[in-house]
């Protein structure tokens, strides 16, 4: 949130969710405490949705999101679960497609985006600079700031350092990035690769060389497959390229949760199909399949089509006994539970495998995603496991899907096992999870089935840090636990809003700066003779000292944010451009547009060209996003499932006029003002007619409309001007330009008993008539094949244009799962015209998200693989438009009123492209 999804504030509606067959589920909640001690909206309104969460974790990618309440809260980890587990569900239905992709599928759609011919010009990264979570001059009433994760970039996913001061770090859609100095000046060094998804990096010890997996493993909706592992030489100066992929097509279309050398000569990946092993000192020769618990449903089994296919050789994790490297262990399963779930292990270098039943306090019967950890002398093995059976539990019964952290204190697989730490016996030691609402909401590990790590202290077995939504630390082997990196500052006794501008007389904030919630990934190295534990999360990357200073709480006082703004991996759902309105006194500093953008787990950012830094304007995260052009103060922005905001101040709200509207509504310059829908998707859409910036239409199970434009100020002020057959159908892709409209919808969303359609809006005299001029079993015929409708487009004469995603599972499928991509209608919906096959150049088999019509009649669409070109007319050909724009997610496009085309990543930051020399 997804997956997981930090600093909530309220949604200000309890959503309806209508169960196919069933009955109404209305998403409830609990009131902030009598006093609330000055905390900002942010910590007051902390909510607790475990029964929301434990339905929609439970439901995962295997259950229609229509059996997950629609709600969410803006509350902190009250809603993590809930969110995270939703957009795992739901980026995963705009992809899913039964069985799984074979390997070379991915190899070939990368081949045909490559063979189209770039068109001149260069893309420039605009994000690349420092981003303020903390920023003080956005600290009005639905803020996150002051909560105490300072500088953020996107998710860092896999982590490498060595002793001399080089840090490697992998973000989760952002490819590989080094620093020479202990962590900042970054460099991205995987830009060339057909796959920025990041699983697993890792140094060899026989020779240096970098090992990078592809591929995020966290079973989360926004992770994405990768296309295998490469291997680079001289990491501390070279750069990775395709050439440097190790083996061959083995390895695509899959993620990979970790790489472990045996000292044997053997590097081992534990993979989403199986466990694989080859040579750790070429990349010559093909990876071989060691294990895969049901072999039937890999690729080319019997059962490769089989729908749940791809759940069926989950491997979570894989050590070697630094004791004895011929002794493997790994642990396999599905989140939900399955019968191969387990530990296996293999005392013959890998030949032969078997399932462990361990012993002491681990059930055998509940494990479910796990991570491990030896001593570096193997005589202490430590565990952390999720359990299913709590993910099962009924609804609202549970706070944590976290089973608990162990040690085999002999250092074998089979136990005994003691049980060392908890939900209970983790929020008891320092954690602000515990804090917030008096020790209601959500606890430590509820997002342990999305993430988690454990890594011990090279020197000392007793000495480990454990990573969920926080990190934790012991000293004692488990004994006893602090928390190092709180989820937040909120409600502890050391924070108060920061005093910085008059008549503010206020406290300033006295808490230490902790990380960003969410833990992935873990490492150790030395810069400069200090040893540091570095660790990345949903906000980049952090490090202190192996062994660093606490407060009293427990609490780290010597983070360091890593995340200098030459490293962007930010994870962009959506941008807004405006022009920068002089008359407007809440206009920040800069010298060209302002940009917006919606962010997962990293709220809405603002930015004006120029400008020193950019900034958080609303907590939480930040979904699609509508921008006034002229005036990029007025903002609409989305938190998740039509939870809509806005402000004409930039949410930066006048010291002296509101000197208190971080914690006074009534001195807010935001406004919520979510129409009362009752289903919408976790990033809805909504847009503004092309011709007047006044209209808007939004998209949930119906249809919106208003005419206010950003002076709108209440979710009343909506009119409903159109329903879905039923509460299951919610829009997924919305255009308007002038008379016509036009809405995608899917519903059922998931792959067993999808559905979608296409309605049409015209408007005339202040009339909307809104048909679907074919119905969705129809719609084959009419050219539009039975997939998600990803984005929608509209032009000056009224024609209609959609996308369609992959149809792929984005972390089992990815490219090359499924043609048909990019379709026109001159006949407003009534038939349809492939646009894919050009004479010049097709349509890559990639998954498309986002369309728009440039003035030329060229069109521009953003897709998994990047943004690519159509130029005007009926014999228009396919282009991939310029150069420089790293291979990953785009999944927005959009025209600024300074020209540029403005493309938002799901990895790598905003990036822009002049479109002059393409117009002329």
């Given amino acids: 949130m997804t997956n997981s999804l930090t600093f909530r504030r309220v949604l200000v509606f309890a959503a309806v969710l209508v169960l196919v067959g069933a009955a109404l589920t209305v998403a409830g909640m609990i009131h902030p405490p009598a006093s609330d001690n000055g905390l900002p909206r942010v910590a007051r309104d902390f909510l607790d949705e475990a029964g929301e969460a434990a339905e929609a974790a439970k439901a995962g990618e295997s259950k229609p999101f229509e059996e997950m309440v629609a709600g969410s809260v803006q509350g902190g980890a009250a809603s993590e679960s809930a969110e995270a587990a939703t957009i795992a569900a739901q980026w995963a239905e705009a992809r899913t497609a039964p069985g799984i992709v074979a390997p070379g599928a991915y190899s070939t759609a990368f081949a045909q985006l490559t063979a189209l011919t770039p068109i001149a010009g260069t893309w420039t990264d605009v994000t690349a600079v420092r981003y303020d979570a903390d920023d003080p001059m956005y600290r009005d009433y639905y803020s996150n700031s002051s909560g105490g994760s300072g500088l953020v970039t996107g998710r860092i996913t896999a982590l490498a350092a060595d002793n001399s001061g080089h840090v490697y770090v992998g973000g989760a859609d952002g490819g590989v990035w080094r620093s020479s100095q202990g962590g900042g000046n970054w460099t991205p060094i995987a830009d060339s690769l057909p796959s920025l998804s990041s699983g697993d990096l890792q140094i060899a010890a026989v020779d240096g ?16 497959v990768g296309s295998g592992v490469y291997r680079l030489a001289s990491p501390t100066s070279g750069t990775f390229a395709p050439s440097d992929r190790v083996g061959g097509t083995e390895l695509e279309s899959t993620t990979i949760n970790a790489l472990r050398f045996d000292g044997r000569g053997k590097v081992w990946a534990a993979t989403l199909r199986g466990v694989w092993s080859h040579a750790d000192n ?31 050789n989950i491997v979570n994790d894989i050590a070697v006994d630094p004791a004895n490297a011929s002794h493997i262990i790994a642990a396999a399963g599905w989140r939900n539970g399955d019968a191969y779930n387990g530990f296996y292990e293999s005392k013959d270098a890998g030949a032969t495998w078997t399932k462990v039943n361990p012993g002491g306090a681990i059930n055998p019967k509940d494990i479910g995603n796990v991570s491990f950890a030896w ?30 952290i162990y040690v085999s204190n002999s ?41 988690q790590f454990l890594l011990v202290d090279p020197t000392d077995a007793n000495h480990v840090y454990a990573g969920l939504e926080e990190i934790y630390e012991t000293k004692n082997g488990g004994s006893t636990w602090t928390t190092v990196g ?36 873990a490492a150790v190295g030395t810069y400069n003779g200090v040893k540091y534990f570095f660790a990345g999360n949903d906000g980049g990357v952090y490090r202190r000292p192996l062994n660093g200073s606490v407060n009293k709480n427990g609490n780290a006082t010597d983070w360091q944010s890593l995340n200098d703004g030459t490293i962007d991996a930010l994870q962009y759902y959506a941008v807004g451009i405006g022009n920068a309105n002089g008359a407007n006194p809440r206009t920040p500093a800069g010298s060209g547009v302002i940009i917006s953008g919606g962010l997962q787990d990293n709220g809405g950012s603002i930015y004006r060209i120029g400008g020193a830094k950019m900034s958080s304007n609303f907590g939480g995260d930040g979904g699609d996003v509508l921008v006034d052009p002229n005036d990029g103060c007025n903002i609409l922005q989305e938190y998740v499932v039509l939870s809509l905001s806005v402000t004409q101040t930039c949410a930066n709200p006048d010291p ?15 406004f919520k003002v979510a129409p009362p829908d009752i289903n919408a998707r976790f990033i809805a859409p909504f847009v503004a007619d092309a011709g007047n910036i006044n209209n808007w239409l939004a998209g949930g199970n119906s249809i919106w409309f208003q005419k206010k434009g950003f002076a709108i100020r209440s979710g009343s002020e909506w009119t409903k001007v159109y329903t879905f057959a039923d509460p299951t159908k919610v829009a997924t892709a919305m255009a308007y330009n002038g008379e016509w409209a036009i809405a995608g919808w899917c519903g ?28 969705s079993a129809n719609l084959e015929a009419a050219g539009i094949p039975n997939r998600y409708v990803g984005g929608a487009a509209v032009d000056g004469s009224g024609n209609l244009y959609v996308v369609m995603n992959g149809f792929s599972r984005r972390f089992t499928e990815g490219p090359g799962a499924g043609v048909g991509h990019v379709f026109k209608s001159t006949d407003h919906g009534a038939t349809w015209t492939s646009l894919d096959n050009t004479a010049g150049g097709d349509f890559p088999d990639v998954p498309a998200n986002s369309i728009k019509v440039l003035s030329n009649g060229g069109l521009v669409v953003g897709t998994d693989l990047g943004v690519v070109y159509r130029t005007p007319g009926p014999s228009g050909t396919w282009f991939r438009l310029g150069t420089a724009l790293p291979v990953t997610v785009t999944t927005d496009v959009e025209v600024g009123p300074d020209g540029y085309l403005y493309a938002a990543t799901h990895g790598r930051g905003i990036w822009r492209f002049n479109l002059e020399a393409l117009l002329d």
């Fill in 375 to 404: 001593s570096s002398d193997g005589q202490k093995l430590y565990v952390m496991n999720q359990s299913p059976i709590l993910l099962q539990k009924p609804v609202g019964t549970v706070n944590s899907y976290l089973d608990g």
């Fill in 486 to 521: 709180p989820y937040w500052n909120f409600y502890f006794p050391c924070w108060a809003p920061d005093s910085l501008y008059p008549p503010n007389t206020g406290t300033p904030n006295r808490c230490p700066q902790t990380t960003h919630p969410d833990q992935h990934s």
């Fill in 656 to 670: 002296v006029t509101n000197p208190n509207a971080f914690l006074d509504l009534s001195q807010s310059t935001t």
């Fill in 748 to 775: 059922t969303c998931n792959n067993s008993g999808f559905t979608r359609g296409i309605a049409v809006g015209h408007y005339v005299a202040g009339v909307w008539t809104w048909t679907q001029p074919v119905s």
């Fill in 282 to 312: 070429t990349n010559a020769g093909p990876w071989t399949l060691a294990f895969a618990p049901n072999p039937a449903f890999m690729p080319g089994g019997a059962s490769a089509g089989d729908p749940n296919a791809a759940y069926k």
């Fill in 209 to 224: 060389a970098l090992w990078y997996a592809t591929g995020e493993a966290n079973t989360g909706g926004t992770s994405y």
């Fill in 411 to 451: 250092g074998s697989i089979a136990g005994p096992y003691t049980k060392i730490a908890e939900s209970t016996k983790l929020a008891n030691a320092g954690s602000a999870l515990k804090q917030s609402v008096g020790g209601k909401g959500y606890g430590p590990g509820i997002q342990s089935w999305y993430n």
